[in-house]
């Protein structure tokens, strides 16, 4: 609950129990202070209020509370976004596209007929070194099979070629994730107004 403090000097908000029993330590409240105990302190509950609906280059901003048909009720006022607000926005959204990145690239990836293979960091660290293994395996005409395990827990027997083929699925879906971040990341840079930076897609081509 917000609440507002009216003195003599104008009015405090936001304001709070906790804020009125620091200004106060001489003074000995109950646990629970009803309303009409505040209002002795000139202290109030503020009703709140939705903000209203904003335009694309607009953002809802709260101002002091009024007072409406005797109760102090939240107030909210539209204020056009500058361009420092266009930059801030675009470096949300950048975070936000680097961060569904990261998490497609490490939320496993499938290998055609084989199954999905783990493909966070230390996997992906595994991987590069079976695949080193069985390529060495390979040019020196020697067998070579590796018991894996999958995301699902199951085991499975490959060949050098199956954990070359998983290897390079892996370096695939994480250049796919990295090269849709760049493109995303570009039409972030490139957006003028907030509408076109609102209108692109971020859950938009990902492997």
Known sequence: M????ITDGGPTYPYSVDQLRADNPDTSFSAVIPD????????FPVATASPPEAAADEQAVEVAPALIEGVWTQQWELVAR??????????EKQAAVRARRDIEIDGGCPVEGIGVFDSDLPSRQNINGAVTGAMIAQGAGAPFTISWKLADNSLVALDAAQMIAAGLAVL??????HANAQAIGVAIDAAEDFATLNAIDLEAGWP
Do not use: F, H, M, P
């Not at 917000?2 to 403090?5: E, P, Q, S, V």
């Not at 695939?172 to 994730?177: P, Q, W």
């Open 172 to 177: 695939g879906r994480v250049a796919a994730c």
């Open 2 to 5: 917000a609440y507002i403090l």
């Open 82 to 91: 500058n361009e420092a607000d266009l930059a801030l926005l675009k470096q």
């Open 36 to 43: 009409e105990r505040l209002s002795d302190w000139g202290v």
